[in-house]
């Protein structure tokens, strides 16, 4: 059977999410081992999903985490019984029960608080108990199972433990891949040959390069999986450019550190401290560490991270598109990645194109003139089919006329005749992420997204089959190809005047605008964090005039980090939907800020003292967040706001009263008043 996971946790989120269980899923991550973590978006209502029950059923190892409170969970004991009935069925499925906090007799006779919750459930089941004893059964078939009773132990050595058999029940390396990695196992065979694994007398560092999209990652991931159970400690580290760009080589280090000591809130103010970290606690450890889109030596330099600071027998992957940075940097070995050859070419189109492994009949000749367009480039490969994907032969064939009428084999043609294919709606949504989302945090985007009226559940849904965009771990992510793409679309009609754009993202470009203090007709979205530190701003750039603002008529999305602004506030558009502004620096908004459409206004860490006086009308608010905001005095009148959901003022320490009216909204759900130590009644 192909597993669709190695491994599928459950276990009670309350009792062991911020410890043991986020400390287990760390290791399983450092080993390459592909794990199902459940979201508290799929437990809603009385019944487990059908997702979960997938993950169950597709997963190769079922580890349960048997703590306090799991018995009063339903949610637990439901993936608890369909976990022991996998293993009644023979299905090739091991399950490893963890006593967290409770012993095996505990659980499998359902004394103590587990009693007392089954006393619960007896009562609120009392139409179906024979449910109720399908959990005590599994409670006690799964209890008595060979498993490791964690209890007043060093947890850190326990989960060593657990590591190291579910490596050893994997066979030593992950089972799980995606679906479209075809053709790797030459590729990674190579690879091991130039790490040289049987080796543990050196520190080797091999470079793997190529042009963009063909499939660099995609081939170190397949490494990466194969082979991190061989190390002590394993890192890979997505997008070096990107990180070193927006925080500078210590966010590079931070990552590093955190996921090879498995730590996640190191403190760490400055570069010697974390080059001494790494030096210290890397020394003796055998590690793997990947280093993926690394587009300038001076990224490897500033990271200062010198071999003989790590354990001996580590390996070190840099991945890039330039063989020349590799080459100055020192490098033992480079791998130059390949195109695909054409068995797997047609494999992995088919795979997108048709969603099986062969050519549907009556498409043969039209497969393998696209073949020989794509010619071997992974991305290239995939997009196309994804994009031809349930279309008719008269369809294929305009497709294929399209790219012929540009002689010139370039993958951005094909890119961009998929994006053509997009309804606007689509587009939206694709052009907001290459230009504005890039690795952010799937709810966040979908949140700004819905309120901007381009229904995401539906749009996200088609940029990820069309192989436009992946969600990982809860982010969004796009390869750095489509973003490229993305961005020269916003620009194409006029590539030197950023005043004309639509989107505005980088901070010379809003800087240039703001300093011009002309109108903008077609600006409606900006967002833009701190000035950044390895961008060459010259200092007479690094602060913005407020006024420049005004001009923005059109502005519907808004969302600013940490800049400096100099001057007044007087205006903004009353069209936005969606404000963010860390560390907004005005003491209140402009009092002709009258924006109807707003949904969110979200001021965190800001010097807001008032928001603004007397009453706003603003029906479409659902959230404010002034959490942190250390100079608010007072909250207005909330009488019309009366759809607002959420209202976070933790911190806000000076909060001496908030409006009666507060207790007129019916629809508020979360308050948050923590820390707010001069709030009376």
């Keep these: 059977m192909r597993w669709k996971y190695d491994v599928f946790v459950s276990f009670r989120g309350e009792d062991t999410r911020n410890n043991f269980t986020d400390h287990l899923f760390g290791a399983l991550h450092n080993k390459g081992i592909v794990s199902f973590r459940d979201d508290t978006k799929l437990k809603k209502g009385e ?3 059908s997702e979960l029950l997938q993950a169950i059923q597709g997963s190769r190892i079922l580890i349960v985490i048997f703590s306090t409170n799991y018995a009063s969970s339903t949610w637990c004991l439901q993936e608890l019984a369909k976990i022991a009935d996998c293993v009644l069925q023979v299905s090739g499925q091991t399950v490893l029960p963890i006593f967290y906090d409770v012993s095996p007799s505990h659980v499998g006779k359902q004394t103590g608080d587990y009693e007392k919750a089954f006393r619960e459930h007896e009562v609120r089941f009392k139409e179906n108990l024979e449910q109720v004893q399908r959990w005590r059964r599994a409670l006690t078939h799964v209890s008595k199972i060979s498993g490791w009773d964690v209890r007043d132990k060093p947890h850190y050595a326990e989960i060593g433990k657990i590591i190291k058999e579910v490596t050893c029940l994997l066979g030593n390396k992950s089972s799980i891949l995606p679906a479209d990695i075809v053709g790797m196992n030459s590729p990674v065979e190579e690879l091991e040959n130039l790490l040289v694994l049987d080796s543990d007398d050196d520190v080797r ?4 390069c190529g042009m963009g999209g063909i499939g660099k990652t995609t081939l170190a991931t397949a490494l990466y999986a194969r ?7 394993c890192c890979f580290i997505h997008d070096v450019s990107k990180i070193y760009g927006d925080h500078g080589p210590i966010g590079i280090q931070k990552q590093l550190l955190c996921q090879t000591l498995n730590e996640e809130n190191l403190q760490i103010s400055n570069l010697p401290m974390a080059s001494n970290l790494i030096r210290t606690r890397l020394c003796q450890i055998k590690s793997l560490v990947v280093l993926d889109n690394v587009d300038e030596v001076e990224q490897l330099d500033k ?10 027998g580590s390996r070190i992957i840099i991945i890039s598109r330039n063989g020349h940075i590799l080459r100055e940097h020192g490098v033992d070995e480079v791998y130059r990645v390949r195109l695909l050859d054409r068995k797997y070419a047609l494999q992995l189109f088919c795979r997108k194109a048709f969603k099986t492994d062969d050519i549907m009949s009556g ?9 020989n367009y794509v010619r071997g480039l992974p991305l290239a490969i995939k997009v196309l089919g994804s994009f031809l994907y349930g279309r008719d032969v008269s369809e294929w064939r305009s497709a294929l006329s399209r790219l012929r009428d540009n002689p010139r084999i370039d993958i951005m043609n094909v890119l961009r005749m998929s994006f053509d294919g997009l309804e606007d709606t689509e587009k939206d949504i694709f052009l907001d992420i290459a230009c504005f989302f890039y690795e952010k945090d799937e709810t966040i985007v979908k949140r700004v997204l819905d309120f901007r009226g381009f229904h995401p559940g539906i749009g996200l849904r088609v940029l990820i089959d069309k192989s436009f ?7 969004i992510c796009m390869h750095d190809l489509f ?5 020269s679309i916003v620009r194409e009609k006029s590539p030197k005047e950023p005043r004309k754009w639509n989107r505005l993202w980088e901070y010379k470009d809003v800087h240039s605008v703001i300093s011009e203090n002309m109108a903008t007709k077609n600006l409606e979205a900006i967002v833009l964090q701190r000035c950044p530190e390895n961008d060459g701003v010259i200092p007479e750039m690094t602060t913005l005039r407020a006024e420049g603002l005004e001009q923005m008529r059109r502005l519907k999305l808004l969302m600013l980090w940490n800049l400096n602004f100099s001057g007044s506030l007087n205006f903004l558009s009353s069209e936005l939907g969606y404000l963010y502004w860390g560390k907004y620096p005005f003491t209140c908004l402009p009092s002709s800020f009258q924006p109807h459409k707003l949904v969110e206004l979200i001021l965190p860490r800001s010097n807001i003292a008032q928001l603004w006086e007397g009453t706003k009308v603003l029906p479409n608010l659902t959230h404010i967040d002034l959490s942190h905001s250390k100079n608010l005095i007072k909250m207005p009148n909330f009488k019309e706001i009366p759809n607002l959901e959420s209202l976070a003022l933790e911190g806000c320490i000076k909060l001496v009263k908030i409006d009666p009216s507060i207790g007129t909204l019916r629809r508020l759900s979360r308050l948050d008043l923590k820390n707010c130590t001069n709030l009376f009644n």
């Excluded at 973003?483 to 961005?487: C, F, P, V």
Aim: net charge positive.
């Design 47 to 49: 019944h487990i999903s």
């Design 303 to 312: 990271l200062n991270m010198k071999r003989e600071w790590l354990g001996t």
């Design 469 to 475: 965009i992946t969600c990982e771990k809860q982010k």
């Design 205 to 208: 560092v091999v470079g793997i």
């Design 483 to 487: 973003r490229e793409l993305g961005k």
């Design 227 to 233: 082979i991190s159970n061989q190390f002590d400690a």
């Design 363 to 371: 498409y043969i000749y039209l497969t393998y003139d696209v073949l």
